[in-house]
């Protein structure tokens, strides 16, 4: 009985052992169910997501990739596995792929980078990369590197770059037309305000014209100020008012000419004041608003010039003082030229006097003893040494010589010597011993002289010719 209960037993626990089995079982068909479900979700997040996933390790191989980072890179993903990721960027990125993967493992935090890849067409596709580090299963250093197209994006920032450069211009342009807009509107307002004043200092009246008289019917308030009466006291009154008695008897006239259509232009009158103060003034007057062959209303435009005419005077004060002095000064430079004439007319005199006198004390004290000295037998070297003297004498007194006279510039300078001579007194025979020469030599030098100087068959004396001349 025992044995029996010991199998009956046992069977009971085996079932029960069973039954724990098919549960485990279950809960294990379950629980890969669900991990199956996981893997196929994580490849389907994985492999088919729009964002390139790549793994690389430190060497810079891939070693995973997804579809999307295949397609980026312009690979097949079979052959992307196993390469180096910098054989599949265009060279000119390398150098910033290399330092994107220095900052992904030398930091805990995410590394940014861009690199351009070829797009298999002959141009380049941009892509912005985003890294971070972690340890392998095997405990290699690896990087996870999430790749996105940015080529669209950089284009479209190129694009609005040009926008925004274009845009730059084209605010430079107007601003720079807008400164000259305000330039103009700040002259127009200048100008404006300079027209305000000129006509705030000029009186506009507008009259009716009537048979014999003018009806005043605007008063600007350039008029009330000229006038010093109030627009509402003068309105449908006669422009006598403004005029001085003696003025009012020609007002009818001037009317008349007015209604025929013939203006008063800049006309020179004196005015009164409110307060009875005349002053002089320009007046111009214009008809308007013709009716039946007559002009019905005239404008006029009154301005006060008593402060001109004050300058007027003042200058005119000015310039008849300035007109004196002138006078003044004329008559006293007169005079100092008339003392300057005299003084300059002397020295004349002085100076050919003493050009006479070096001549004549040359030809009498020093040409005598130079002729003595060359017969007293003397050695050639001496003769040689008192010709240059002589000739280095005559040199000094030529310009003495022709200062005497422009008549006597044709003369040479032994015809000077012998005029000279002449000039004070001096015999033929006389000059021939002062100078050394023969007297028939002496009579032809006068005889050239008289024909230079044109005195050839007159009867005019040589001494007193010379004598004449300045």
């Known amino acids: 009985?025992?044995?029996?209960?010991?199998?009956?037993?046992?069977?009971?626990?085996?079932?029960?052992?069973?039954?724990?089995?098919?549960?485990?079982?279950?809960?294990?068909?379950?629980?890969?169910?669900?991990?199956?479900?996981?893997?196929?979700?994580?490849?389907?997040?994985?492999?088919?997501?729009?964002?390139?996933?790549?793994?690389?390790?430190?060497?810079?191989?891939?070693?995973?990739?997804?579809?999307?980072?295949?397609?980026?890179?312009?690979?097949?993903?079979?052959?992307?596995?196993?390469?180096?990721?910098?054989?599949?960027?265009?060279?000119?990125?390398?150098?910033?792929?290399?330092?994107?993967?220095?900052?992904?493992?030398?930091?805990?935090?995410?590394?940014?980078?861009?690199?351009?890849?070829?797009?298999?067409?002959?141009?380049?596709?941009?892509?912005?990369?985003?890294?971070?580090?972690?340890?392998?299963?095997?405990?290699?250093?690896?990087?996870?590197?999430?790749?996105?197209?940015?080529?669209?994006?950089?284009?479209?920032?190129?694009?609005?770059?040009?926008?925004?450069?274009?845009?730059?211009?084209?605010?430079?342009?107007?601003?720079?037309?807008?400164e000259e807009a305000n330039a103009r509107l700040r002259g127009q307002t200048e100008n404006v305000r300079s027209i305000y004043q000129a006509l705030d200092s000029i009186g506009l009246i507008v009259c009716h014209l009537e048979e014999h008289d003018a009806r005043i019917e605007i008063f600007s308030a350039g008029a009330e100020k000229l006038f010093g009466s109030n627009q509402k006291d003068v309105i449908g009154r006669s422009l006598r008012l403004i005029l001085p008695p003696e003025g009012r008897e020609a007002m009818a006239d001037r009317v008349e000419r007015l209604r025929q259509g013939q203006a008063m232009q800049a006309s020179d009158m004196t005015l009164v004041r409110r307060s009875g103060v005349r002053f002089p003034a320009v007046v111009s007057v214009h008809p308007f608003a013709r009716h039946a062959g007559r002009f019905t209303r005239a404008v006029g435009a009154f301005r006060d010039i008593s402060e001109l005419m004050l300058i007027q005077e003042k200058l005119q004060a000015m310039n008849d003082e300035l007109e004196l002095r002138v006078k003044e000064r004329t008559a006293e430079l007169h005079e100092s030229n008339v003392a300057l004439k005299v003084l300059l007319n002397k020295r004349e005199e002085d100076r050919l006097a003493l050009s006479e006198q070096i001549l004549a004390n040359t030809a009498k004290l020093v040409d005598p003893y130079l002729d003595r000295l060359m017969a007293s037998g003397l050695t050639d070297p001496q003769r040689v040494l008192v010709d240059i003297l002589r000739a280095n004498i005559e040199e000094l007194t030529v310009p003495f010589a022709t200062a005497i006279s422009s008549k006597l510039s044709r003369l040479t300078p032994a015809e000077i010597q012998v005029a000279n001579l002449v000039k004070l007194g001096k015999r033929t025979k006389e000059i021939a011993e002062i100078m050394r020469l023969s007297p028939g030599t002496v009579g032809i030098h006068r005889k050239n002289i008289r024909r230079k100087l044109e005195l050839t068959h007159k009867k005019t004396n040589l001494q007193t010719m010379l004598s004449t001349v300045p």
């Open 1 to 178: 009985m025992r044995g029996a209960d010991d199998r009956e037993r046992l069977v009971r626990e085996l079932r029960s052992h069973r039954i724990e089995l098919e549960r485990q079982n279950e809960e294990l068909r379950l629980a890969r169910a669900e991990v199956e479900a996981g893997l196929q979700k994580y490849y389907e997040l994985y492999d088919c997501a729009p964002v390139g996933y790549c793994t690389v390790d430190g060497a810079g191989t891939i070693r995973e990739s997804n579809l999307a980072g295949a397609l980026l890179l312009g690979v097949d993903r079979a052959r992307l596995l196993g390469g180096r990721i910098g054989d599949f960027v265009a060279e000119s990125s390398r150098n910033g792929l290399a330092r994107f993967l220095e900052r992904s493992f030398s930091t805990e935090h995410k590394a940014t980078g861009e690199v351009s890849v070829p797009n298999g067409e002959g141009g380049e596709r941009y892509l912005y990369l985003e890294g971070s580090s972690f340890e392998a299963a095997s405990g290699e250093p690896c990087c996870r590197i999430a790749m996105m197209d940015v080529t669209a994006s950089r284009q479209t920032s190129i694009e609005l770059e040009h926008y925004r450069y274009h845009l730059e211009e084209l605010v430079q342009q107007r601003t720079c037309e807008l």
